[in-house]
């Protein structure tokens, strides 16, 4: 099925920015849905943002207002751009595509991940 690549990761100070993105261009399995997701150490990964085919949004409550989900369709490439980052976003994340599903998760399809590390 190809792959997912994200990029973007890095270390950055609390209050600064970030931009992830995850080329799909080689990936040959569905992105009707594409999300991201986050592990932190010790916890389980968990939705951070998704957005469907006809760009509808949903976002986790800890990072509403301050993450910003988007796609460049012509790229074949999914944004995740991080505002107002905090200690607490610490860790990696994930891309996601899949046919379908609240949070993608019907032929959930994951990139190998990129570190995000915010200090205080």
């Known amino acids: 099925q190809g792959q997912l690549v994200e990029s973007g990761g890095g270390s950055v100070q609390a209050g600064g920015s970030l931009r992830l993105s995850c080329d799909a261009s080689?990936?040959?399995?569905?992105?009707?849905?594409m999300a991201w997701f986050r592990q932190a150490p010790g916890k389980e990964r968990e939705g951070v943002a998704v957005?469907?085919?006809?760009?509808?949004?949903r976002y986790a409550d800890s990072v509403k207002g301050r993450f910003t989900i988007s796609r460049d369709n012509a790229k074949n490439t999914l944004y995740l751009q991080m505002n107002s980052l905090k200690p607490e976003d610490t860790a990696i994340y994930y891309c996601a595509a899949a046919y379908d599903g609240a949070w993608c998760h019907v032929s959930r399809y994951w990139g190998q991940g990129t570190q995000v590390t915010v200090s205080s």
């Open positions: 957005r469907d085919i006809v760009g509808n949004t």
């Open positions: 080689e990936y040959t399995g569905s992105t009707r849905c």
